[in-house]
C-alpha cells in the first residue's frame, strides 16, 4: 500500500481568529464543528485540512497526516526506530480513526485510517 500524506491540521487558541486568518489569505471555505473547523482549499489538487483547538498544549502547531492500513502497526514500527506515540489510535465515527507519533527529532505527525 502506498502511504500518501491526506490531510494538514492547524492548531491554534483561538479557533474563530485563525479561521478569520487563513480565509483572508487564502480564500479557504472552513465550515467550523466545534473543535475543528474543516478546511476547504478550493483547489482540485492537493489536499484539504481542518484548525483545531484541542485545548491543551501545545495550541500551536501544524501536522500532516500519512494514510495508513493498520495504526497500531504504524506506531509501533516508529517506536521501533526511536520515535514515541503521541495519541493512540482513536476513533472518529463514520469517519476513519487516527493516532498521532513523534519522530526521532520531536516532529509530530499524523496516521490516518479512514473507514472502509
Known amino acids: 500500500?502506498?502511504?500518501?500524506?491526506v490531510?494538514?491540521?492547524?492548531?491554534?487558541?483561538?479557533?474563530?481568529?485563525?479561521?478569520?486568518?487563513?480565509?483572508?489569505?487564502?480564500?479557504?471555505?472552513?465550515d467550523d464543528h466545534g473543535p475543528a473547523a474543516m478546511v476547504n482549499t478550493g483547489a482540485d489538487s492537493g489536499?484539504?485540512?481542518?484548525?483545531?483547538?484541542s485545548g491543551r498544549e501545545p495550541h500551536q502547531y501544524v501536522t500532516v497526516y500519512v494514510q495508513v492500513d493498520d495504526l497500531q502497526a504504524y506506531l509501533?514500527?516508529?517506536?521501533?526506530?526511536?520515535?514515541?506515540?503521541?495519541i493512540p489510535p482513536t476513533e472518529i465515527p463514520e469517519a476513519g480513526?487516527?493516532?498521532w507519533f513523534?519522530?526521532?527529532e520531536g516532529n509530530t505527525?499524523?496516521?490516518?485510517?479512514?473507514v472502509g
Open 109 to 114: 505527525i499524523g496516521l490516518w485510517k479512514p
Open 76 to 86: 509501533n514500527k516508529a517506536e521501533q526506530l526511536g520515535g514515541k506515540t503521541v
Open 47 to 53: 489536499i484539504h485540512g481542518h484548525i483545531s483547538t
Open 7 to 30: 490531510h494538514f491540521e492547524i492548531g491554534c487558541a483561538d479557533s474563530p481568529k485563525t479561521q478569520e486568518f487563513y480565509t483572508s489569505l487564502f480564500g479557504w471555505k472552513i
Open 1 to 5: 500500500m502506498a502511504n500518501p500524506v
Open 97 to 99: 480513526s487516527f493516532a
Open 102 to 104: 513523534a519522530d526521532v
